[in-house]
């Protein structure tokens, strides 16, 4: 990866650690469909916002919890999307670090929200293909970060509200270690925003499988700027995905 951007300063926590939410329901159900071709999926709820975790998902926010807790120096502060997903794995990690006595200050934050896609939402690949093909060619002719679909976001619009989010970070948790629970989209646009990173950046994280279900992204402070030392980790989860092989 080549980065010509300029990182993000005046972020000014100690440490921010970004986990993805486990596996939710979509995940698990979506990623089948379009494996098979399948173009039609049962039990998934109206609003991506409600979509639970499944019961692999469950095994790894349990995990992301032991890991919390395992940590020689532990968040103070959770910050969680208000998506389902998203709060649950957070509470996992926010109980387990309760329960050995080290519970941190536990909030939500619409801007960390998973990315809205408007009319695409929660469709497979094949539906959304017989439905909206002028949306997949545009979609390709666009590119992954600056595509927005009808009523939704590009990835671009998701950085306006990271980088407000970031400001206010800096202000309300300066010197203290943070642990944001999200989505895939939220930890590639936090990476952009924090690392300065541009379109070719952004397309070479999509195209290499993505960010992972439970996996742990850390920047930290090193003179005025957040460095990343950690990408996409996954090392907490061996038991539960051997559980599942």
Do not use: C
């Amino acid at each position: 990866m080549s980065v010509s951007g300029f990182p993000a300063p005046g972020v000014d926590v100690a440490e921010l650690t970004v986990v993805r939410h486990g596996q939710s329901l979509s995940n698990e159900l979506l990623i089948a469909a379009n494996q098979a071709g399948i173009a039609e999926v049962d039990g998934l709820p109206a609003r991506d916002a409600d979509v639970p975790l499944s019961a692999r998902g469950e095994r790894e926010a349990a995990a992301v919890g032991r890991w919390a807790a395992s940590l020689d120096n532990p968040p103070d502060l959770v910050i969680a999307s208000p998506y389902l997903r998203a709060r649950h794995t957070a509470q996992a990690a926010v109980d387990a670090l309760a329960a050995v006595g080290r519970a941190p200050e536990f909030r939500l934050d619409d801007r960390v929200r998973d990315r809205e896609i408007g009319i695409l939402t929660l469709l497979t690949e094949a539906r959304l293909r017989v439905a909206y093909p002028e949306e997949v060619a545009r979609r390709e002719a666009t590119g992954f970060l600056y595509y927005r679909p009808p009523g939704g976001e590009a990835h671009t619009d998701m950085a306006i509200r990271l980088r407000s989010f970031l400001t206010d970070l800096g202000e309300a948790a300066a010197g203290r270690r943070v642990l944001v629970v999200a989505h895939d989209s939220v930890v590639v646009m936090l990476r952009y925003v924090i690392e300065g990173l541009l379109e070719a950046d952004v397309a070479e994280i999509a195209a290499s499988g993505g960010i992972k279900n439970a996996s742990v992204t850390r920047w930290e402070r090193r003179g005025w700027a957040l460095r990343l030392t950690l990408f996409n980790d996954v090392a907490h989860l061996s038991l539960e995905h051997s559980q599942d092989a």
